[in-house]
């Protein structure tokens, strides 16, 4: 995965903890039109896990997870 | 019909309420429905005048109190009140308050944050549990 994809909305989670960014992300995912993109920085562990997990089961797109320096980009699609 | 994490808090030490905040918002946001039953201290820890100012731990761990604490703060984690209510506004978390341990202390509803939804009997909450997918005593 290297290019990264545009994303039209960005949460920054750093420095939360677990739930913290998975929830985030599934506030911004209901507040975006369907088809967005919507990227979420976590420094969390459990987030590059648990927020392709939801993703799945919620019945949306993981376009990618990008490693930085301390944390994760992960980006998600609205699909319905 | 949702899945339903079922969860009867007995305990009322910061150290196990997080669990309680952080179970809720994992079974919320993987689109489960919550029911918690608050009894005895976990009841106690709801009370209005207190829930925020309580900063109980578990006498097993009683050494490392301070630490958690500090470290805790300067880590700025959500409280678990306020990570409960998050996973509340997300989802379908009902709170439900012991009868028994209400009548027990004297109180009403009113003496509990408004997080609580209602006074329930034991067996009305087991009737509740009955189908859930997971069930929890913390």
């Known amino acids: ?80 | 019909m949702a899945e339903r994490l079922s969860m009867i808090v007995f305990s009322g030490t910061v150290d196990k309420l997080y669990p309680v905040s952080i179970l809720a918002s994992g079974a919320v946001a993987m689109g489960m429905d919550v029911d918690i039953f608050l009894t005895f201290w976990g009841l106690n820890a709801f009370f209005k005048d207190t829930i925020k100012t309580n900063t109980r731990m578990s006498k097993d761990f009683e050494d490392m109190t301070s630490m958690m604490m500090q470290v805790m703060k300067e880590k700025k984690v959500p409280s678990w009140h306020d990570t409960l209510r998050k996973a509340k506004e997300l989802g379908n978390v009902r709170i439900h308050a012991c009868s028994m341990t209400l009548d027990l202390l004297g109180l009403k509803k009113e003496n509990l944050d408004d997080m609580v939804d209602d006074i329930m009997g034991v067996g009305e909450f087991i009737e509740t549990a009955r189908d859930s997918k997971i069930t929890l005593f913390i």
Not at chain 1, 12 to 29: H, K, Q, S, V
Not at chain 1, 52 to 63: C, E, F, V
């Open chain 1, 1 to 80: 995965m290297s290019e990264e994809p545009k994303v039209d909305r960005l949460i920054d989670a750093r420095n939360t903890f677990c739930p913290g960014p998975l929830m985030e992300l599934i506030r911004a995912i209901r507040e975006a039109k369907v088809g967005e993109v919507i990227g979420v920085l976590s420094s969390d562990t459990g987030s590059k896990r648990d927020i392709p997990l939801w993703t799945s089961k919620a019945g949306h797109k993981l376009i990618g997870i990008y490693e930085k320096a301390g944390y994760a980009e992960i980006v998600v699609q609205k699909m319905k």
